[in-house]
Nanobody, 125 residues
Framework: QLQLVESGGGLVQPGGSLRLSCAAS????????IGWFRQAPGKEREGVSC????????NYADSVKGRFTISRDNAKNTVYLQMNSLKPEDTAVYYC??????????????????WGQGTQVTVSS
């Protein structure tokens, strides 16, 4: 069974940090670009960041540039999203997804075939 599982979400104060993980089971992430999306209540799902299959290319939404860093460890079959200087507007459910179609920007939801169940990130004092 092909599965992506996110972890690392939680409640953090403004200015704090979290690291999200996206672990794959049932398939090898080496063949996939990985993207992180997020969806806040009442808003559409938006692309946050993506990384190419070998990690040589990354892209970020303007709203997170300089604060978030995406990385991958193919040996561990895991992708990470390091989130620093978190703001209340970063509050959302964060999803990771896998695409065979590369890590182009903007991230196109329909190009990502496999999705995790999401992890909640809440930034609040």
């Amino acid at each position: 069974q092909l599965q992506l599982v996110e972890s690392g979400g939680g409640l953090v104060q403004p200015g704090g940090s979290l690291r999200l993980s996206c672990a794959a089971s049932g398939f090898t992430l080496d063949y996939y670009a990985i993207g992180w999306f997020r969806q806040a209540p009442g808003k559409e799902r938006e692309g946050v960041s993506c990384i190419s299959r070998r990690g040589g290319s990354t892209n970020y939404a303007d709203s997170v540039k300089g604060r978030f860093t995406i990385s991958r460890d193919n040996a561990k079959n895991t992708v990470y999203l390091q989130m620093n200087s978190l703001k209340p507007e970063d509050t959302a459910v964060y999803y990771c997804a896998a695409s065979r179609w590369g890590s182009s920007w903007p991230m196109i939801h329909g190009l990502y075939a496999y999705w995790g169940q999401g992890t909640q990130v809440t930034v609040s004092s």
